[in-house]
């Protein structure tokens, strides 16, 4: 019975010693990707807990989080490659200093951090994650290494998931359980802070441990899983069947209509090609296997079925590209395709193949289109959209002498595609152009937007427009008219007030007082009945309010007022809510719209 109990004690001190001893390796041999990873979690716990007060500093939480996110894969593939050559140390460096070049690419303000960033950082997090499958097999010819690696990471990212959802929701769960049987009443942001922590760090812990000591026990030949065998004949072949006769049908019904294809084609076909291209992938090395007869079959046939697709995705692209020009998305959509017609072409003509030219062919494309001078995916936009932007102004004949006359009749349809335009190439800093071809006035707007760092006032170039007309049902052109209020006041009393608060046009304003939370939801265009104040949890529709500030106005043109306010009582406080500008659009047979496009909007409290 001693003997009994003491062999058990030892077999379990075995198990802790073998547990223990996977987490030196991991903390010893992946410490970089470590330190990423956790720089990463703290970043979005502490973005989480920001101050309302202290949102200035939130943004830093998320660059500095992006960044860390992105160096997780980036020094992970750098380790991948050291065990390959050595050299870890400056490799490493060099990681580094690509981190700190990305961090200082990203802008210093909340508000200069448009959508245009975000056609920067995915393309780039998913080139560090082309980068890891390929990196360590660089000028090595080592077909089937290359695959059983890929083929490890495949499966370690899957457990990974599986394995971190379980741990989150127990952990979560366990937290829950000691909140309400003990009363604790913790705050909910408690278990936001766990969900970040282990499904960044712990994750990336997690993933690690799966991959035991590296390069060398990833690339080493096991056996084939059945798994990866029937997913793919049972699903990702099926699926490819279905997206094939979708795509052909479709394909019929154009040419016997002889009609343009729709934008939403160039999707399907993507899909296509990618679950096209994993399935052969991840059944490679069955094609040496004579009894897998179909691996060979399905291997040959596939890239000649995908041909006449790209041929259908060109056409889709390019129907876009001609009628509206370049834009980011469009650029890449492009890119992909070109990608696809270098692989097509490859598998189909090149007698020894390699499918490390899939991921490799890929990464060259994706930073061609990042980086190449000139010919990057946001010189070709910007370029693009000026040259449409000033086709729009001549065609429509409302450019004169070089700049735009905002008195001549426009249809809504042009000046919505105007402001667009406008909008699109202010949030790529084109601001100098915008403003040469803007007549006086209107130039001296935008330049005291831009002097406060608000390039967003460049929406408001909509309002410029005094002659706007608008389709009805019938085909007819209605009328359409601007009502602009103009406050006249340019001081405030502060003396019966406890707190002031200001914010740019286009920002949510949100401040904490007495531990009561407020919330202004001044929307980024026209306001549609709902202009939302939140205290606390309640919210409070301050729309009949705005626009009861309209009661006298005139039906059209500019009218200076005393002051812009809405007084409103909330709680035991009293807000002063305060506008310099206003706008009211309206047309015989639609529903008015009003638009807020003050430089600032102030609100007192007391």
């Not at 989150?168 to 604790?184: H, K, P, R, Y």
């Not at 005291?448 to 389709?471: M, P």
Request: aromatic share 18%; glycine share 4%.
């Amino acid at each position: 019975m001693f003997n009994f109990s003491f062999q058990k004690r030892i077999i379990m001190i075995k198990k802790f010693r073998e547990v223990f001893g996977k987490t030196d390796d991991v903390l010893r041999e992946y410490s970089m990707v470590l330190v990423m990873a956790l720089l990463a979690a703290i970043s979005t716990i502490y973005y989480i807990n920001y101050d309302y007060n202290g949102r200035e500093y939130a943004f830093f939480y998320v660059k500095f989080g992006l960044v860390a996110s992105l160096g997780i894969s980036v020094t992970y593939a750098l380790k991948m490659l050291s065990q390959r050559i050595g050299k870890e140390i400056l490799l490493q460096l060099i990681g580094i200093f690509f981190l700190l070049f990305f961090y200082f690419l990203l802008p210093l303000k909340e508000k200069e951090f448009t959508e245009v960033y975000a056609f920067l950082l995915i393309p780039t997090f998913i080139l560090s994650h082309l980068l890891v499958s390929f990196i360590p097999f660089l000028g090595k010819k080592l077909e089937l290494n290359f695959w059983q690696y890929n083929k490890n990471l495949f499966i370690n990212i899957f457990l990974t998931a599986v394995f971190t959802g379980v741990l989150t929701g127990g952990i979560m769960l366990a937290i829950l359980a000691v909140d309400q049987l003990f009363d604790f009443n913790f705050n909910g942001r408690y278990y936001s802070y766990t969900f970040s922590f282990l499904s960044i760090f712990g994750s990336c812990f997690i993933f690690l441990l799966f991959n035991e000591k590296g390069l060398f026990y990833l690339e080493k030949n096991g056996d084939y899983p059945v798994i990866l065998k029937f997913f793919t004949q049972y699903i990702l072949v099926p699926l490819l069947l279905i997206y094939s006769v979708i795509l052909y049908f479709y394909s019929a019904k154009i040419l016997i209509n002889w009609e343009l294809p729709r934008g939403w084609v160039s999707y399907l076909i993507l899909a296509y090609s990618v679950v096209g291209i994993l399935a052969i992938l991840l059944v490679h090395p069955l094609k040496q296997d004579s009894t897998k007869s179909w691996v060979k079959i399905f291997s040959k046939i596939f890239y000649y079925t995908l041909a006449p697709l790209i041929i259908l995705l060109f056409v889709a692209i390019f129907t876009r590209i001609l009628e509206y020009g370049y834009t980011e998305p469009r650029f890449f959509v492009l890119i992909i395709a070109l990608w696809l017609t270098t692989v097509v072409l490859y598998f189909i003509f090149i007698p020894k193949q390699t499918i490390k030219f899939v991921p490799i062919s890929l990464f060259v494309f994706g930073l061609f289109s990042l980086m190449f001078p000139y010919l990057n995916t946001f010189s070709v936009a910007k370029r693009s959209q000026k040259s449409e932007l000033l086709k729009t102004l001549s065609h429509k004949k409302i450019l004169e002498n070089g700049k735009i006359n905002f008195e001549k009749k426009i249809s809504g349809e042009d000046a919505d595609e105007i402001t667009d335009k406008f909008n699109f190439l202010a949030k790529r800093n084109e601001t100098d152009f915008l403003l040469s071809i803007l007549p006086s006035e209107p130039k001296k707007k935008f330049e005291k937007h831009l002097a406060d760092n608000n390039f967003w006032g460049f929406r408001s170039i909509r309002s410029e427009f005094t002659n706007v007309s608008y389709k009805t049902k019938g085909d007819h052109f209605q009328n359409y008219r601007n009502t602009r209020l103009t406050s006249k006041s340019q001081s405030l009393d502060i003396s019966e007030y406890r707190l002031l608060v200001k914010a740019n046009n286009y920002e949510t304003i949100r401040f904490v007082l007495d531990n009561n939370k407020f919330e202004l939801e001044a929307e980024r265009g026209p306001i549609d009945s709902k202009f939302t104040l939140l205290y606390n949890e309640e919210e409070i529709n301050l729309f009949s309010d705005l626009e009861q500030l309209f009661k006298n106005a005139p039906l059209d043109g500019e009218q200076i007022v005393e002051n812009l306010t809405i007084i409103k009582k909330v709680g035991k406080y009293e807000l002063k809510i305060m506008f310099d500008s206003l706008l009211r659009t309206s047309s015989p047979n639609e529903k008015d719209e009003y638009m807020i496009n003050s430089e600032s909007i102030i609100i007192l409290i007391k």
